[in-house]
């Protein structure tokens, strides 16, 4: 399959400071790293992907974690370089770091813009100090909203992360904290339902009895009231957890949603170039021997064959308000949406008025956004 488009570039930094108990991202708590190592690690990990993909235009650099506001900017700085160095930059290529609200990490701003970061998701998660330690997170709204004051004067692109559909949440909280955040004027907001993911404390506390989840009717009550709340203030969702001013939407994200080409780079990134996937080790020490033996970290490769990338491509695109747009699924996947979809299950799915298709593509419908699984399920 022919490498074509923007390339989006993901770096993954694994540490934190500690682990949030919802948290199932391939996160990694330490006494002490030897970050030289780390950046030396890195830059092997991303000339071994730009060797096998010349010539493309970087769209978009993303740095995950774990905590990457934890690296120290030189790092970062290293890492953009090398990016600029290897592959050409788009104009306005967007490169986004994600970040803690703790003081320490927000006095490193200064230097993250510096190095060439221009967009800051910052995981701010509640406003309320109760939840937050409820979500093990290290700090206070004080300190989140400090944070948030020295980031929107660093970058003139920010985005807040919050998780709501809290165990004893109630609406009329959350549309004041909703509102609350509304109010501090980011162009982006990614608004997550607690879910519960195998393998987190949560989940050992929810199988106990111990973490009781907000009834069904609840959860789909807070959705509804996050769309029209985020829509009336002028950032409606654009993806399913996601709410952007028009424009301001998440570059590289959406090279995801719209199964793009992206490479990923660090311990436990995924990629997905030329129709091909590749996952890196996760263990930051089975990574950093990878690298020293072979000269990346990939712990495995393989080529998708159509029908997978096409279900790959189904379930990421349908994510979109606006959908999967048939001419680029036929040809990022080799195959037409209407041989890589139950004929059956759609019929049913668009008289129960979930989903809806046209000449363009397929979506779904306002009604169909929080019942997603189950659409793909009837569907895929």
């Not at 549309?175 to 955040?181: D, G, K, N, P, T």
């Not at 029908?307 to 999967?324: D, F, N």
Request: aromatic letters at 6%.
């Amino acid at each position: 399959m022919s490498l074509s488009g923007p390339l989006a570039v993901y770096v993954h930094w694994p540490f934190c400071v500690s682990k949030c108990p919802y948290c199932d991202f391939n996160s990694h708590v330490r006494a002490t790293i030897d970050e030289a190592v780390y950046r030396a690690a890195l830059l092997v990990d991303l000339a071994h992907e730009a060797a096998l993909t010349p010539g493309r235009t970087v769209g978009s650099i993303f740095f995950g974690g774990g905590t990457p506001s934890l690296m120290d900017p030189a790092t970062v700085a290293a890492v953009i370089d090398a990016v600029a160095g290897h592959w050409r930059l788009a104009e306005a290529v967007e490169i986004t770091l994600e970040a803690n609200p703790s003081s320490v990490e927000a006095a490193r701003f200064a230097g993250f813009a510096a190095a060439g970061v221009n967009r800051i998701s910052l995981g701010l998660q509640a406003l309320d100090d109760a939840a937050l330690s409820m979500l093990g997170r290290p700090h206070t709204v004080a300190a989140g909203l400090a944070a948030l004051d020295v980031a929107q004067a660093r970058f003139g692109r920010v985005s807040v992360d919050l998780i709501y559909d809290r165990p004893g949440q109630t609406i009329a909280a959350w549309q004041a904290e909703l509102r609350r955040a509304l109010g501090f004027g980011t162009e982006h907001l990614s608004l997550y339902g607690l879910t519960i993911e195998p393998g987190t404390r949560f989940a050992t506390d929810h199988a106990r009895g111990t973490l009781v989840m907000l009834p069904e009717d609840t959860s789909a009550d807070l959705f509804a009231l996050t769309a029209t709340m985020t829509a009336a203030a002028g950032r409606p969702a654009y993806e399913v957890s996601n709410h952007a001013r028009p424009g301001a939407e998440s570059r590289h994200n959406l090279a995801y949603w719209t199964y793009g080409d992206y490479i990923g780079v660090g311990p436990g990134a995924h990629g997905r170039r030329g129709g091909a996937a590749t996952m890196r080790h996760k263990k930051p020490e089975n990574w950093l021997k990878a690298i020293a033996a072979h000269g990346h970290g990939i712990a495995e490769e393989r080529p998708l064959a159509p029908p997978e990338r096409a279900g790959e491509a189904l379930l990421m695109g349908l994510r979109l308000a606006s959908g999967v747009d048939r001419a680029d699924f036929a040809a990022r996947t080799g195959r037409l949406l209407a041989e890589s979809i139950d004929a059956a299950g759609l019929q049913h799915m668009t008289a129960l008025g979930l989903i809806e298709e046209d000449i363009r593509g397929l979506r779904l419908t306002a009604t169909g956004r929080p019942l997603l699984n189950a659409v793909l399920a009837a569907v895929a």
